[in-house]
């Protein structure tokens, strides 16, 4: 035993151990269990899609982000997550571009119909009872995205690209549920005459059908048994009989058990009598007939009996006529169609990959092995088609396609010239605008990689397998034109120098002039004249030395000899100062002699420079020549030294003594760049073949030396300094080869076989997309291949193989002596035959093939007559006799009665039995009448130029002219009956000339000349014109805008250089003295002197008109001058001034001087010897600038109407005055002169609109018939440019068809039911057809031809024959159907819900017989759709009150009545029981759901009359409205209370109304005083009331009136101000 106190211990540790186990034990599970979450915490969450990325189409890609969430919403590691249910990345799409905006479309089909919208969780729906107008409902329409070209359907966010998803649902209304609305019943039938109970009857016809849940139609027949029946005596009923027939039974074979039924009694089970028909039926063996071909001849019957008036069966014998109808009859056994089984599946059509989601089809078809007869079952369907969508990963990808152009061809100006002027033709190289085209095609896209190794083109394919609009094939392009440049005039001789001075040679040199650009030359035969022209010449130098002279110094003294100090500088052949080392030595001296007059010396001038050369040459008959003069300054004094003589006054030199004939360089034009090997080698670029295609080549061309008015001469005769360059570097053209695209593939085979000995060709072309250029391979001579299809099998021709036809099979013999008790093997029966199909070698096929080539079988059986004993027999008929030439010929055949037939009188009948027949004879007179309108003028077809890129231009001789319009002709023969239009004519038509006026455009005349330019120095306006010709008119293109004179000018700016003409002058006369008896001859006087206009071009200095140089630079012709005295003071000329600086500034000031030539005797002071004066800006001193015109208008070429032209402005120097100077004054002071003179500039082409040729013309609209369209369209290539001649608005030309007879298949009515022998029951109505020719439509117009222009007969036996019934006396049987009602639409309010109205007919039953109505047959309504319905509304109309009652019906607004009956509406009605005014059910039924107005409650009111008299009353939760004539109108529900039916009591009355006929005269518009009861109505005590308080106030007012005034007085302060109130008081 254990101590107690061990014992606790032991207690305390196992319950401390029980409670860790506990603890780690959910801890454990905890821990699992969170394992076990670890999945279901952690999920997948993705981004949207991203932008559809990637090539247009369906090889786009688009991506998105996925993360791994916890369930509480923060990310964590994608280890985390489930990587076996992580959402993909990336996905392809279809990346949508705007081209794709003609290719896919939203197709949004027609609204559904409108439905109930639901109403809010919870919410009912309305009761129609609530309804008002109309329900609010809810229609969806679908709305998918559709790719164009195939229409199939592709995702929604293609189309919403380019257009919002069009809405789905929206709201409409449902109109309120509108009953069935019927017309009023017709009049009771007549009663027959005689005793016993009969019956009378009325119908009415159904309106409007049930709409929105109206009410169904209420009955539409009535019966009622006719007043006062006259009781038969017993025995003596009068009754009617007829024998009636029951309907065929179903086509059976014979049974074994109808064998041996000879001597039975069969009852008559169809009378009511027990009276027994003994029927006699003969043993025979069982037997049927079945014939090749599987057809079967069973026998089928019908019953007959005899059935009384009343309804009831009688005795067959009380119905027995002559002819007993027949009972059993031979028919064919019905046998279903027979098919194949179904062929094997056809493989998919989707056999690529594609971006589209839409899936393949494929198909299966079996075949015809037997047809249906006997109304077997029709044959099914013989070709399946079920969608199929193969594995994605199995498929290729398809191959997508693109449009590829080739190069643009050559610009062709020729195009537009011709355009311009029809009558252009080509003279010479042409330059401006033109039009070039290429090839577009559609190839197959490769992928990059692909493409980039393909060294071939891809092969063009069909046009339809490219998507999107396809490249142009025209543009306009421009043919660059050339221009030469423009330079200015020469400038004057240089020295002789020598033709290098860097290294001089030889005693000759050349004199040179030259010539600079003003406008660089443009184009590519552009060029510009020689710049130098250069003379040969003697002694040349390189250096001079160009000395100045100082003023003359005395030696001794203040005069007398002395000397000049002379300035040397040496000068280049420029001008340019140099060295001093260069000149020649040695140098010119630096002292030369002069003299300085003494006081009484004569004085004599400086020499003047030398005058400007005659001549620029010198020629055998004049040298060029220069003088110098000087002039008389003072007279000599006693003593002095004398004055010169005359002759030594003027010096004289020759100058320009070189030769007239210059020399100068001329140039070939570049040519060809040619490959430089030592050049290439370093620079080239390799294609893909190997060779060298590009780089760096050489130009060449030749220079020769040409002598003016010779020719060429030595090279080594010009100056080798001046020589132009021969060789330049160029780029070589890269070398083109001509590149074709592949063949296309050959045109394909047909797979089916082919009828007839066809040939059919294949073919496969090519197109050339880059021709070759600089000596790359030639393009291939063959681009179209054509070649024979090789193993076309030929259609195998089928028809059909016919047996003869089997004997008239007949009903069995057991079964007709069992049925009529005759064994006569006679009537009508049937006989078969077997129909095989055969091929043209007569093996057997398929039925089918037979069935698509013949279209249709010949029948399998038909019915044949084997006369009986008393029938009628004749012999064959005749053959037609033969017709004669004369159209109103006939022909007969005959026939003749065989055997007994001919003693029988009824056959003798020729009504019925025509033993002669007669018909027209063919006709081949034929009469043609014009049909329709005639066509648009038609031109004849022009040609493709291959030359000029297969274009035709809007009116080049296609567009108007000389055509032909067409009128068809409808063709019939002298019945009237249309007939193919080859029999009157041979084309169909009726053809005539048109013209179209073609469009002249106005025509302006060429441009006039050039006129000179404005300005003889600097920049001036030239101007041309052209003047108008003719004007446009029929659509031609406009004219400019003209001046008053019908002139258009343009004007460019134009320059003249300053210095082609100067003034020459000669030198001053010696100075006349005014006075010339003075002595000495001293002292004031003029001089003149020769002035002259002279070209500085003309080389021998020729004087020309002096209206050409400037006249305001004209020098004077005469001067004042003054010879002094000898005693006076002798100064010299005064100097030039100095020089201003460029600025002109104010401030600064030019000096001149002089200095003394010889003193005075007096010594008096000589004059000033210097003066000064500012330097004003534009009086002595001018500034220079460059002058730029504005840019002139594009210019072309004389060769170019449109495209690349040239803009130039000119630059001249102006002075700061204004004066234009010549640009040496500017180029002196380096003046920033303007780069460009001339840019480049469009002129825009004015091209007419391109189209494409005409397309052949379509296919008759109409197989035959009148009306007949064919149309052939075109297209714009190039829409107009400019204001060419717009594109015309036909693109599209209809021409009558020829008038086809059409030949149609018409059925004829249906025949009266035929029962075959009975009176009435069931029977059978046939119709048949017949073929009729006409013109299109089938009208009265339509007349009978033979059926076998017709074809084959598309009826089937259904068609043709159906069951009907003839009611016997006494049964209830069905009306005809009632004719359509008017079209109806669905309105609210008057607005119509819909555009497609209805209409509805009806049928009903008759009752002859109470007995017979439990079988009487469901009355029926059709309604159909119609065109053009109106809107219709519905209102109570009432007749007068007459001894109290009157007439209520309902009416449509067209004046249609709808109720069904025009019910009399009693108030008071005494000795009579309660009755309910009630309405027909159709009486409700309104077009908007509302009841005709006015009759709402008056429906359900009740009206109890009491004998004693009372009025009409209504009841609780009602009020009355009353008539004038003080009866109860009707009751209407007073808001608020309950919802019951306004019934309608009697009152107990204590004013009862007298009928009154004033009443009826103030109806509708009478006060009532008093209420239906007698009490007083509460209007009544208002007017009262306010009647008194009326006269109240107009008695006060009167008082007020005539009451004196009292003295004014001041009012107390307590005294209230008078009111109007009244407050009781009479004493106020």
Known sequence: MFPRSDLAVTHWVLRSMRKLFLVFSLLLSQAAHLEGRKDSQFIWKTGPWGRCAGDCGPGGAQSRAVWCFHIEGWTSPMSNCDESTRPPRERSCFRVCDWHSDLFQWEVSDWHRCLLAPGAQGEPRPRASECVTAQHGLQHRTVRCLQKINRTMVANEICEHFAPLPPTEQACLIPCPRDCVVSEFSPWSTCREGCGKRLQHRTRVAIAPPLYGGLQCPNLTESRACEAPVSCPLGKEEYSFSLKVGPWSKCRLPHLKEVNLSGRNVQDFSSDSNEQVTLTHQSYKAHHHSQPGGVEIGFQTRQVWCTRSDGRNALLSLCMQDSFPLTVQPCVMPKDCETSEWSPWSPCSKTCRSGSLSPGVRSRSRNVKHIAIGGGQECPELLEKETCIAEAELLQPCPRYSWRTSEWKECQVSLLLEQQDPLWHDTGPVCGGGIQTREVYCA???????????????????????????????????????????????????????????????????????????????????????????????????????????????????????????????????????????????????????????????????????????????????????????????????????????QELQEYRLCNDHSCTQLYWETSAWGPCSENTLVTAFNVTIGWNGEATCGVGIQTRRVFCIKSHVGQVMTKRCPESTRPETVRPCFLPCKKDCLVTAFSEWTPCPHLCQPGNTTIKQSRYRIIIQEAANGGQECPDTLFEERDCEDISLCPTYRWKLQKWSPCILVPESVRQGRTGTSEACGKGLQTRAVSCISDDNQSAEMTECLKQMNGMPPLVQECTIPCREDCTFTPWSKFTPCSKNCEATQIRRRQLTGKSRKREKCQDAA????????????????????????????????????????????????????????????????????????????????????????????????????????????????????????????????????????????????????????????????????????????????????????????????????????????????????????????????????????????????????????????????????????????????????????????????????????????????????????????????????????PCLVECVANCQLSGWSAWTECSQTCGQGGRMSRTRFIIMPTQGEGRQCPTELTQQKPCPVMPCYSWVLGNWSACKLEGGDCGEGVQVRSFSCVVHNGSLSHTAVHVGDALCGEVPFQEGILKQLCSVPCPGDCHITPWSEWSKCELTCIDGRSLETTGRQSRSRTFIVQSFENQDSCPQQVLET?????????????????????????????????????????????????????????????????????????????????????????????GYTEIMRSSGFLDYCMKVPGSEDKKADVKNLPGKNRPVNSKIHDIFKGWSLQPLDPDGRVKIWVYGVSGGSFLMMIFLVFTSYLVCKKPKPHQSTPRHQKPLTLAYDGDLDM
Request: a neutral charge; proline letters at 8%; charged letters at 20%.
């Open 444 to 646: 197959q896209s490769l992928p990059a990689a692909a493409s980039s190794r393909a060294k071939e083109v891809s092969r063009p394919v069909e046009s339809t397998l490219c998507l999107g609009p396809a490249p142009s094939a025209s543009q306009l392009c421009n043919v660059p034109c050339s221009m030469a440049c423009i330079v200015s005039s020469w400038s004057s001789w240089g020295p002789c120098v020598h033709d290098n001075c860097h290294d001089p040679q030889g005693k000759k040199g050349f004199r040179m002039r030259q010539r600079h650009v003003l406008m660089e030359s443009t184009g590519p035969t552009g060029h510009c004249p020689h710049l130098v022209e250069s003379v040969p010449c003697e002694d040349p130098m390189c250096y001079r030395w160009l000395a100045s002279e100082g003023i003359c110094i005395p030696d001794h003294g203040k005069c007398g000899l002395g000397h000049r100090i002379l300035k040397a500088v040496c000068q280049n052949e420029r001008g340019e100062e140099v060295s001093g080392s260069l000149c020649p030595v040695p140098p010119p001296p630096e002292r030369m002699a002069c003299d300085i007059p003494c006081r009484m010396d004569c004085v004599v001038s400086e020499w003047t420079v030398w005058s400007s050369c005659s001549q620029s040459c010198s020629n055998k008959n004049a040298d060029g020549k220069q003088s110098r003069s000087r002039s008389l300054l003072a007279l000599a004094g006693e003593g002095g030294k004398p004055c010169p003589s005359s």
């Open 1424 to 1516: 159909r759709p119609c065109a053009g319905g109106k809107c219709y509304h519905y209102t109570w109309k009432a007749s007068l009150w007459n001894n109290n009652e009157r007439t209520v019906w309902c009416q449509r607004s067209d004046g249609l009545n709808v109720t069904a009956d025009k019910t009399k509406y009693s108030i008071n009605m005494p000795s009579q029981e309660p009755k309910k005014a009630s309405y027909s059910t159709v009486a409700r039924s309104l077009h908007t759901g509302e009841h005709c107005v006015g009759t709402v409650d008056l429906l359900d009111a009740w009206c109890e009359t009491i004998r004693q008299g009372g009025v009409c009353g209504c009841e609780k």
């Open 912 to 1239: 019925l039995y025509p033993l002669v027949e007669m018909e027209p004879c063919p006709c081949d007179a034929f009469m043609s009448h014009p049909y329709g309108n005639w066509s648009a003028c038609i031109l004849p077809e022009s040609n493709r130029d291959p030359q000029r890129g297969g274009l035709w231009v809007q009116g080049a001789g296609k567009e108007c002219g000389k055509g032909v319009r067409f009128r068809a002709i409808a063709c019939s023969d002298k019945n009237g009956r249309p007939v193919d239009p080859s029999f009157c004519n041979s084309s169909g038509y009726v053809q005539e000339e048109c013209v179209i006026p073609c469009p002249f455009d106005c025509k302006l005349s060429d441009w006039s000349s050039w006129g000179s330019c404005s300005s003889s120095c600097g920049i001036g306006v030239r101007i041309r014109s052209k003047w108008l010709k003719e004007k446009p008119y029929s659509g031609g293109r406009p004219c400019p805008k003209l001046d008053l004179k019908n002139q258009v000018h343009e004007a460019v700016p134009c320059y003249s250089e300053c210095n082609q003409y100067s003034w020459v002058v000669e030198h001053w006369s010696p100075c006349q003295i005014n006075n010339e008896l003075r002595s000495p001859r001293c002292g004031r006087g003029t001089q003149s002197r020769r002035i002259r206009c002279v070209s500085t071009a003309d080389s021998e200095g020729g004087t020309v008109d002096r209206n050409l140089c400037n006249q305001d630079d004209a020098p004077p012709e005469t001067q004042a001058c003054s010879l002094l005295c000898p005693s006076e003071c002798v100064m010299s000329e005064w100097g030039t001034w100095s020089k201003c600086p460029q600025s002109c500034d104010p401030h600064a000031t030019q000096r001149r001087s002089r200095h003394l030539l010889r003193p005075s005797l007096n010594s008096r002071t000589c004059g000033e010897d210097s003066q000064v004066r500012p330097c004003l800006l534009n009086e002595n001193c001018f500034q220079f600038q460059y002058n730029l015109t504005e840019w002139s208008t594009c210019q072309l070429s004389e060769n170019a109407s449109c495209g690349q032209g040239v803009r130039t402005r000119l630059l001249s120097c102006v002075r700061s005055d204004g004066k234009p100077v010549g640009m040496d004054h500017c180029e002196q002071r380096n003046l920033e002169k303007p780069q460009r003179m001339s840019i």
